[in-house]
């Protein structure tokens, strides 16, 4: 791997304290810095955005939809750990796409590494397929393999967070590395 800096914004579409997404996020977040990325967490929970509604904007966009599209806007990366609801992905988090991806789109041309926990056996499987889709209208990249599905979250985790499987470790840490190695590649076609 070449030794420039890219820049990831890590999210994880939960907003619940013990969220296993996030303890997920913490790990995928790690294996990132191990790459010599710069890893930047975004909250949804702190950054408290309303619920969309297009009328809303009509004044200027709320200040909390300013500093979520400023911040995908710097990135190069995205790493996003979801959940499932319902077979697809929670609200909190299209919430957050739709905002930022209102009138401008600030994610057109980034990569992004997407994995999720859930609590059943499909670990996430459909909610991903849903986000390929809603990320790919949006013209962001992701690589195809390997897709990381943390499956019976509640047994998932050790009591430090990281993965009673090792395999997931693994698998997290290829994702990253053909995820940073496709934004590399982007990065120099840009400057050829
Ligand atoms: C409204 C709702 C719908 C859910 N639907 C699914 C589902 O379709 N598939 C699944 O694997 N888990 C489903 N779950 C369980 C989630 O996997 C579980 O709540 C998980 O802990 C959420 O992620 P988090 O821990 O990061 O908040 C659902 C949970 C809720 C609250």
């Not at 296993?20 to 955005?49: G, P, W």
Request: net charge negative.
């Amino acid at each position: 791997m070449k030794n420039k800096t890219l820049n990831i914004l890590a999210i994880a579409g939960s907003m619940r304290s013990e969220s296993y997404n996030r303890k997920a996020l913490q790990t995928a977040k790690h294996i990132a810095t191990e790459f010599n990325a710069n890893v930047t967490e975004l909250d949804l929970k702190t950054l408290d955005l309303p619920l969309y509604n297009e009328d809303l904007r009509a004044h200027g966009f709320p200040e909390s939809v300013v500093e979520l599209k400023n911040a995908v806007a710097s990135a190069d990366v995205l790493l996003i750990a979801t959940p499932e609801y319902n077979h697809s992905i929670p609200g909190v988090l299209k919430n957050a796409i739709d905002w930022a991806s209102d009138e401008t789109n600030p994610f057109e041309g980034k990569t992004a590494a997407i994995f999720g926990a859930s609590k059943t056996m499909v670990g996430t499987l459909r909610s991903q397929l849903h986000l390929r889709q809603v990320l790919g209208a949006l013209s962001v990249e992701l690589v195809p393999q390997p897709q990381v599905f943390i499956r019976s979250a509640r047994t998932a985790f050790q009591p430090d967070g990281s993965f009673v499987d090792p395999n997931i470790n693994q698998q997290l840490s290829q994702l990253i590395e053909a995820t940073l190695a496709l934004a590399y590649r982007k990065q120099e076609s840009r400057t050829e």
